[in-house]
């Protein structure tokens, strides 16, 4: 129950967040979490995925795994400040831009989502999910509560940032003593050579794939950071980006019940396929009607939630309406990817995917700022979804799945006509009242969703919750 609490709360958080610091203030912050991120993705070393892999079919080696594990964790840990250290040396833009405390703090953000994201998985890899969301919980409701007294205190974004990181300390203290009672992991031993190599070989695709796609997630706000040098700019990006970014913690919720069936039942095409529709219906059900309706109504949507301040980027910001949609799709299709091994596969596409977004970014910021940069973002998580799609595609009735993205459409494209057409309410909540019951309306009336969709979901998570 206070995981879903905090679910809300967080979205609150992050609209007040984006409010209160004002879009330069903002675009500080969001650009020092994407490159610590970055940063942090070099050391990831494929381990989540991994010991998902490792101990979901043997549980009673829990313990050896993850003490494996959150060894390699650790000294990744090192890893990351000694990169961010030389980066701060010897570039001097940083030193110019950002001062000293201030990086420290947004670096340090970064190490504490590297620590949670493995400890996490490791209730995953033992289906535990009722300690994860315990984790979410502490993690979510804290920085909401802590960084909300700051902001309507001073505003000041190092103060911002080190009530932020109180909370994530806290988060990754109370995570570890659950994930060490669980596992009954014993961290006084270092692994030999060839345990180490026993996890991080089969993890090497995993971390290849973990790099490209965080520094994908993150490089609209690097790339238009470095390019323009305009933090405002990055600060209007962001506002659309972490909002969509937000609603993450829908498809993950529903795909942690279900990766773990995937990688029991990957070798049979049919159940897989089962989970494969039942996942995508339920998620496009929840992002179409709000993704479509924030695309449609963008000017209403960023007057209403962010303020006069966004007003000017509403149009850049309904982009990321569309991209909701997309992400969505894209941790289904990726989960099916990593559950059935085609990692290297999706990766040498990946990397070609990558250099035509980079050059993308290169060549339309400087002449289109933030609005080239939503659009370039949307681009490449369409394509992230279309080539992991296409590695697994034996796995897919692509007559049925095309058919139910089709059909969760109808609505909202005659939604968009008819607002084009001239739309006869001018109060931005019941434009957006209107047109977001009309467009759930559609995922009914077109029969995307079942009766006993979501109670086939609950079943899944009633066994991973105990």
């Not at 390699?72 to 940083?94: E, K, M, N």
Request: contains cysteine; hydrophobic residues 55%; aromatic residues 14%.
């Amino acid at each position: 129950m206070a995981n879903f609490i905090s679910k809300p709360v967080w979205i609150v958080f992050l609209v007040l967040t984006t409010r209160l610091l004002g879009s330069e203030q903002f675009g500080v912050f969001v650009y020092l979490i994407a490159v610590s991120n970055i940063i942090a993705a070099f050391f990831e070393m494929g381990l989540d995925l991994q010991i998902m892999r490792s101990i979901s079919p043997q549980k009673d080696r829990a313990g050896h795994f993850a003490g494996i594990s959150i060894i390699l964790r650790s000294l990744g840990v090192l890893g990351i400040i000694v990169v961010a250290g030389i980066l701060y040396v010897f570039d001097y833009q940083y030193q110019e831009e950002y001062t000293l405390p201030l990086y420290v703090m947004g670096i340090l953000q970064g190490i504490f989502l590297y620590i949670l994201s493995h400890l996490r998985a490791l209730f995953r890899s033992l289906e535990l999910l009722k300690f994860e969301a315990i984790s979410l919980a502490v993690e979510k409701n804290l920085i909401a509560v802590l960084g909300l007294i700051i902001l309507f205190t001073s505003a000041d974004l190092y103060a911002f940032l080190t009530f932020y990181n109180a909370g994530s300390f806290v988060a990754v203290v109370v995570t570890l003593f659950m994930a060490i009672k669980l596992t009954k992991v014993r961290l006084n031993k270092i692994p030999t050579r060839a345990e180490a190599a026993s996890i991080l070989k089969p993890a090497f695709p995993f971390a290849i794939m973990n790099i490209i796609q965080v520094t994908y997630t993150r490089l609209g706000t690097v790339m238009l950071e470095r390019l323009t040098g305009n933090q405002s700019w990055v600060g209007l990006y962001n506002a659309g980006s972490r909002f969509a970014g937000a609603f993450i913690v829908f498809p993950d919720t529903i795909m942690a019940a279900v990766y773990p069936v995937f990688c029991r039942v990957y070798d049979q095409r049919d159940k897989m396929w089962d989970l494969i529709q039942l996942s995508s219906r339920i998620l496009l059900a929840l992002a179409v009607p709000i993704g479509t309706t924030i695309f449609i109504a963008h000017y209403e949507f960023t007057s209403l939630v962010f303020g006069d301040g966004y007003i000017e980027a509403s149009a850049a910001i309904g982009v990321f309406g569309l991209m909701l949609i997309a992400n969505s799709q894209v941790f289904i299709v990726g989960s099916v990817v990593s559950a059935t091994g085609n990692q290297m596969s999706v990766n040498k596409l990946f990397a070609v995917i990558f250099v035509i977004s980079v050059s993308a970014y290169i060549y339309f910021i400087p002449q289109y700022g933030y609005m080239a940069a939503a659009w370039i973002t949307l681009w490449d998580q369409i394509a992230l979804f279309l080539i992991n799609f296409w590695v697994t595609r034996k796995f897919y009735n692509i007559g049925t799945y095309v058919l139910n993205i089709a059909r969760t459409l109808v609505f909202p494209i005659a939604a968009w006509f008819y607002y084009q057409s001239g739309f006869p309410i001018e109060n931005h909540i019941l434009t957006l009242l209107v047109l977001g019951c009309w467009n759930l309306a559609g995922v009914f009336v077109m029969g995307l969703v079942k009766r006993d969709d979501l109670q086939q979901i609950l079943k899944l998570r009633s066994k991973t919750v105990h």
